[in-house]
């Protein structure tokens, strides 16, 4: 068991944070896209690396994988993946509300994510006095092989990942995807610091 | 001058008023100095703020601009789509982006680099970050850096890596695929074949007396009759058949989702327009014959290569029954049981 | 007298929350389940009068409890505090019977103010 394994209190902790993050992320969403947005509840697992190249390469027909960094205060920071499977990007222009003819789908990919990432990890960082930056989020190219190179060649080395299954319904259609936050080493003992200190005020 | 030394000898009240003073005049400097375009929207999209970035680079008088909608300053801009972007920047308040590699510009600005670039406007990647100010009020903070040489050289590596791997792949001699690509398709589309069960079939074909005919007219006319011969068949073929050069004078053609005669057919047909082709090499009539053989993938072949080494011996049956004409494997088996 | 109350949370970390939201005279008749079905059996056996819910939890959720309550005629003051707050879920929890709607995380001025309005402070 590696050291940056959470306890149970601080798993739980941190699943109520995200709990909390999508719930008003996904509330925000669907007063931006005015639909109604139906959210299950985020699956949120710790992965170690080898966990995480696994479950990715089992995954039949990833289509495209969107990567996006963060950085907030308290040496917090990470990489945010979105991988989106062949069958759920037909309809994001429409979900976004843009005609299709106005930008590619690559465009349409790199903007929903964006949209989800940001959304997400504003309301999350909010919620532990924290504010995030961003880079440009960037498609990667074709999904399947550049994925674990991608994932090598991370400026940061990493040993815990914190998948969260993400499930968005929209009114009359249904769209998935999965976040994945890549977060390094040293940003883990972070979190770990401020989810101690939300613990400890009660 | 003199109105800044009237500032320093007021009250000290007032050093706070001071220093907020010269932090604006650093903070407005740094921003007219800066290589990124910087442009402040309020909630209606009119533009409240730009720099000097913007002022040099479109030309534009800040009077006329200032106050004025992005979309009517700025025309090229996608009015609906851009609209969308910046509404969810001030509803959602988080960050929007727009990279070069989706699309290569939204303002048309020129750039710094008119000789090498093939763009006429500058390359941009542009950010929209929400500000919220002290009295609730809203706007939108547009960053446009300039990223023409990220992207000239980008597209410039891209050309080349594709011309590379075009090279890679091609014989340099006949300008069809080399023997490596070659086997790397085969290998491909034989477990295409068998995912799909699907058919395939393979023509394997080698130039008669070619080294003979090296030995008559010297090697550039060998060379020449290569290049004329792989031209002649590549007329023949279909887009999907995937023809390489498999040795010195021997070809190979892929022919996916193809029966047995359909193959012996296209064989027969590169076997008669080979034979009754007159090449010249320095005023010389030159003819040239093939033989060639046929297999298609059965049951039987657990791998590829095996599918070659039907064709192959189809090829030496064809050879042995006289040159110029075509063996299939079906009728080699049928030669060796007789 | 101080009402009994059951918050119901699979959450560790929101239970303390709301509990540590309660009014101080209410801290003492504090009763948590971590599930729906664990909460609809401390319902039925106890008299619960407030019922501080959560609505995302494994097997019965807090809709199932909600429906539960109905089923059982159960009459107690059910405050839903969730993390999902869609007004279209809003309107679903009112219409089956909760008093509130308040949002995660709860402050505890926010649930004083809510509770004195259904006049149980």
Redo the contacts between chains.
Sequence with gaps: MSEFHLTEDQQDCLQELINVAMGQASDQLARYLDTFVYLKVPSIESVDAKDLMNTLSQQKNTMAVVSQGFFGYEGIRGEALLVYQEEDSGRIADLLGYEPDELSQDEQLIDISSILTTTFLNVFARQIDNQMSYNAPKLLPSAKENLSEHLQQMPFSWDLALKVNINYQVTDYSFNCNMILLIPETAITNIKHVLDRILAEF | MLDFNALISTTMTDTLTLNEQVLKQINSQIANQLNTGVLVLDADFNIVIWNRFLQVHTDKIAKNTLGQSIFSAFPEL?E??LS??F??VF???????C?W???HHLFELPHTRPITTDSEFMAQ?C?FLPIETDCKSKYICILIEDVTDVCHYQTKLQKTLAELAQISRIDGLTQIYNRRHWQESLEQEYAKARRHDKKLSLIMLDLDYFKLLNDNYGHQCGDMVLIEVSALISSLLRVEDIFGRYGGEEFAIILPETALSGAIELAQRICNKIATKVLIYKDQAIKVTVSLGVAQLSVEESNYEELITLSDNALYQAKALGRNQVCSADCSKSLLID | MSPSVLICDDSNMARKQVLRSLPEQWKTSVQTATNGAEALTILRDNSIDVLFLDLTMPGIDGIGVLQGIQKLKLKCSVFVISADIQPEMQSKVKALGAKEFLRKPVKPEVLTNHLQQHGLL
């Design positions: 996608p609906r789509w969308r972007k509404s969810s509803q959602l308040n988080t960050p929007s982006f990279s590699e989706q699309r990647n950010t």
